[in-house]
């Protein structure tokens, strides 16, 4: 039994496997926030798209969140979850005038991110959103990266190597990458994650510039550009 | 492109909020490309889906080369008009 087990439609291994992992993962503490904490943010998450309608509740949800968020963190949730196109910087200003510190922020956005990844996935092959899992004990590692710091983005990030030093080498290599990947490095899980969902879901960054590339038995790149660029539009990505 | 109206029509329903229509669209899409069509198109929305928060939600800029090869088509598309626009216009604003 996998988790795509009772989908119509062949989903790949890999992908399947990977959805596994990183649902139960939610369940463990992160880097900043707490298991409980971390399934508040993802029931939030899916709460605010059940209410604006672009996910439907299924019937087994998982465990209820054992903890309320504070107001100004279940507004940027609400916020990025559901119309990431008006998501601005005064919406990362609130949050952390919120009290939230720019690490826990950038576990947040992942979360939200990830799951909504998964989660779109889920209702576009046509089954019930998976079940979030029970939280477990445990603390935050709060592992920050020595290396971080402001570059162009709102937050801190790892710089390209060899600014970044082994911070850099250790998570993206040696070779330059656009801030799209490094985006979540302040919390080096998050970006773990981020990109292997990439990888999974799109294609190798290393094969990213070659056109003709094909990772989906049955679906060309230019298909596959075809639905990255309309969604991107549609959620009006300037990115 | 092979199936082109119906891999955009699904695109728009995947993330849309009338399931119906989206039901109908994962049908169309199967019809026209193939069951296989229907997970790639899940995956590679959602994989979007995911990058479209994260650089709206950390507000990263786009990149100098990305940029400069991007001009006419931005501006044709509307693409400048987007809100997020501002995180890279505030760094480059000679690139608009």
């Known amino acids: 039994m996998t988790l795509y087990s009772d989908s119509e439609y ?27 904490q971390r399934l508040a943010v993802a029931g939030e998450c899916r709460r605010a798209c059940y209410d604006a309608g672009i996910l439907e509740e299924p019937e087994d949800a998982g465990p209820p969140s054992e903890i309320e968020l504070p107001d100004a963190v279940r507004g940027m949730i609400r916020k990025l979850a559901v119309t990431p196109k008006d998501y601005l910087e005064e ?11 720019d690490e826990e922020y950038v576990e947040i956005v992942g979360i939200v991110s990830r799951l909504t990844d998964m989660d779109i996935f889920a209702r576009g092959i046509g089954v019930p959103l998976r079940p979030l899992p029970a939280a477990r004990d445990g603390l935050p590692t709060r592992v920050r990266p020595k290396t971080a710091r402001k570059e162009l983005a709102w937050v801190p990030t790892v710089p390209n190597h060899p600014e970044g030093g082994e911070d850099a080498a250790g998570m993206f290599g040696e070779s330059y990458k656009p801030y799209i990947i490094r985006s979540l490095s302040l919390v080096p899980d998050e970006f773990r994650r981020h990109f292997e ?17 094909r990772d989906y038995d049955g679906f060309t790149r230019a298909q596959v550009e075809l639905v990255a660029g309309r969604v991107s539009a549609l959620n009006e990505c300037f990115y | 492109m092979p199936g ?14 009338d399931r119906s229509v989206l039901d109908r669209a994962r049908l ?8 296989k069509a229907v997970p790639a198109a899940a995956a590679i929305a959602g994989n979007f889906t995911k990058n479209d928060r994260i650089a709206n939600g950390i507000g990263i800029p786009s990149e100098l080369p ?16 987007f809100r997020s ?10 690139e608009f």
Request: aromatic share 4%; hydrophobic share 35%; proline share 5%.
């Open chain 1, 10 to 36: 062949p989903v790949r291994q890999e992908i399947d496997a990977l959805h596994a992992v990183q649902l139960d993962q939610l369940a463990d503490p992160g880097a900043w926030g707490t298991g409980r």
């Open chain 1, 91 to 101: 919406s990362y200003r609130e949050a952390t005038a919120g009290g939230l510190s």
């Open chain 1, 197 to 213: 969902l990439e990888e999974t879901h799109y294609l190798s960054v290393r094969n990213v510039t070659t056109e003709d590339h």
């Open chain 2, 4 to 17: 082109g109206r119906e891999i955009l029509a699904y695109s728009d329903a995947v993330i849309g909020p």
């Open chain 2, 28 to 35: 169309d899409l199967a019809g026209a490309v193939g069951p």
């Open chain 2, 66 to 81: 990305m940029l400069r090869n991007s001009r006419d088509i931005r501006a044709e598309l509307g693409i400048n008009e």
């Open chain 2, 85 to 94: 626009a501002a995180n890279t216009r505030k760094h480059y604003p000679d």
